[in-house]
């Protein structure tokens, strides 16, 4: 039993790194709000509790600065597609010390 709960334990943590779970909680908490706009959208072929995880190719505006692209992935409800299709504008947490490293601000849309 006890290696049961060891090995899903282990899975989950898995999934939170494979998924950027864990990398857009943190960004949530620290990072520097901006918007994006949504270049190309792409099925990561990875879902959570039946949502989503997609990939994303944003150009992102920072508030301060030029626009550059990047890419990240986000848990997405089914619910909320349509809200991600090129063309949309996000708000988004941008990692100050590497404006690379985005996640979509989940609690703004």
């Keep these: 039993m006890l290696s049961v709960l060891l090995f899903s334990f282990c899975a989950c943590a898995v ?5 950027g779970v864990s990398q857009a909680k943190e960004l949530q908490k620290t ?3 901006a918007e994006a706009t949504v270049v190309q959208i792409w099925d990561t072929g990875m879902t959570v509790n039946n949502d ?4 994303l190719l944003l150009e992102v505006h920072p508030t301060n600065g030029e626009a550059y692209q990047t890419k990240t992935k986000a848990l997405v409800s089914r619910v ?3 809200q991600f299709q090129p063309g ?3 708000p988004v947490r941008v990692d100050p010390k590497d404006p690379n490293r ?7 849309y």
Aim: net charge negative; no cysteine; hydrophobic share 45%.
């Design 15 to 19: 999934v939170n790194k494979w998924d």
């Design 31 to 33: 990072g520097q709000p």
């Design 88 to 90: 949309a504008v996000l």
């Design 52 to 55: 989503p995880v997609i990939g």
């Design 80 to 82: 909320h597609i349509p």
């Design 102 to 108: 985005v996640s979509v601000d989940v609690y703004q």
